[in-house]
């Protein structure tokens, strides 16, 4: 209809006749024409390519090998995820001990700060949020890392440990 009607000798201005051409151009499915509420690069002046150009992906630069971000790093994530299992064990069995307690006061913040790397990495790169962006995340989380072992060892040394932190909160 809307095609029908911009096509008529009634409205055949210069601003009708691009809305019909950008009309016709657009996508469809079924025999469906899809408006959009923002303009089209036809009535803004633009040429195809000019808006293209704007949207092209960057290519994809391949980092440099690093053992450490390799297996290494891998490794040592499975090894804080499964030493954190006879840990717990160990606390919920034997009760308060200050050797689980300063386990735990680093196992599970160095856990906690590994997985939310993989996070920062993985959704929040350069390319997303751009090199400060990422940056300030990393920096923010090994900071929020360092301030979680100082907490954690303040409460192993000065307070009643975390075994008895979680056994409390269990029977609260």
Request: proline letters at 5%.
């Amino acid at each position: 209809m809307a095609l029908r009607l911009a096509s008529s000798p009634l409205a055949r201005t210069s601003a009708s006749m691009q809305l019909a051409t950008a009309l016709r151009a657009s996508s469809s499915l079924n025999g469906r024409v899809y408006f959009h509420a923002t303009r089209t690069a036809a009535t803004q002046g633009q040429s195809p390519a000019s808006v293209t150009d704007v949207y092209k992906q960057q290519p994809y630069k391949i980092p440099t090998p690093n053992q450490l971000h390799g297996s290494y790093h891998w490794d040592f994530e499975r090894l804080l995820s499964v030493s954190m299992v006879p840990l717990l064990a160990a606390s919920a069995i034997n009760g308060a001990h200050p050797i689980t307690d300063g386990l735990l006061g680093v196992v599970v913040p160095m856990h906690c700060h590994v997985g939310f790397d993989a996070m920062i990495t993985d959704y929040l790169h350069p390319a997303k949020v751009g090199v400060w962006g990422n940056r300030a995340c990393t920096w923010t989380l090994r900071g929020a890392t360092v301030l979680a072992l100082i907490g954690c060892y303040q409460f192993n040394t000065n307070d009643i440990g975390l075994t008895e932190l979680v056994k409390k909160a269990w029977e609260a």
